[in-house]
T-cell receptor
Framework: NAGVTQTPKFQVLKTGQSMTLQCAQD?????MYWYRQDPGMGLRLIYY???????DKGEVPNGYNVSRLNKREFSLRLESAAPSQTSVYFC??????????FGSGTRLTVV | KQEVTQIPAALSVPEGENLVLNCSFT??????LQWFRQDPGKGLTSLLL?????REQTSGRLNASLDKSSGRSTLYIAASQPGDSATYLC??????????FGKGTSLLVTP
């Protein structure tokens, strides 16, 4: 009964380093999403995947890339991390008209 | 662009009080509205989901209402407890794929 699993939970990067945030869901959901949460800004959509094999930009996609590896997995990659990407990252999934299920988040600090 | 506003931003009440959290939105053409709870440093937990055709949903001490014509939703919490202390987020899905989030109401219930 895992739901949406994100790894890692915490990460510290130096400016310019790259990393991939992993997300997997075991609910057979079609749609998956990556959000970032910043103080005073709320949650903002980075990228989403409406179905396996498709990805689209959200509100704040600059500096990120995504891969929908299969129906279960949706990864977010930072190619060259910047301090402005310090944030809490949430992955979510959804099926048809039901609500969204969120993972527990990845807390990323870029120094 | 859909704008979601939550008032108040913060609320402190003594244990046992009934309380109402408010959420307003600018575009009434929504598919559904979801209320989440977020504990400090944690992920989002779904509380209630209201489809656009519904007026309210109930779960235990929680009741959420939806009035699309006036662009409002309320979350009613009965007989509040210290364990209810958290941030409550309102989010709605319109014609796009993403959830549009409010910035949340931070609730503190004091013993």
């Amino acid at each position: 009964n895992a739901g949406v699993t994100q790894t890692p939970k915490f990460q510290v990067l130096k400016t310019g380093q790259s990393m991939t945030l992993q997300c997997a869901q075991d609910m057979n959901h079609n749609s998956m999403y990556w959000y970032r949460q910043d103080p005073g800004m709320g949650l903002r959509l980075i990228y989403y995947s409406a179905s396996e094999g498709t990805t689209d930009k959200g509100e704040v996609p600059n500096g990120y890339n995504v891969s929908r590896l299969n129906k279960r997995e949706f990864s977010l990659r930072l190619e060259s991390a910047a301090p402005s990407q310090t944030s809490v990252y949430f992955c979510a999934s959804r099926v048809t008209e039901y609500g969204y299920t969120f993972g527990s988040g990845t807390r990323l600090t870029v120094v | 662009k859909q704008e979601v506003t939550q008032i108040p931003a913060a609320l402190s009440v003594p244990e046992g009080e009934n309380l109402v959290l408010n959420c307003s939105f600018t575009d009434s053409a929504i598919y559904n509205l979801q209320w989440f709870r977020q504990d400090p440093g944690k992920g989002l937990t779904s509380l209630l989901l209201i489809q656009s055709s519904q007026r309210e949903q109930t779960s235990g001490r929680l009741n959420a209402s939806l009035d699309k014509s006036s662009g409002r939703s309320t979350l009613y919490i009965a007989a509040s407890q210290p364990g209810d202390s958290a941030t409550y987020l309102c989010a709605l899905r319109d014609s796009g794929y993403a959830l549009n989030f409010g910035k949340g109401t931070s609730l503190l219930v004091t013993p």
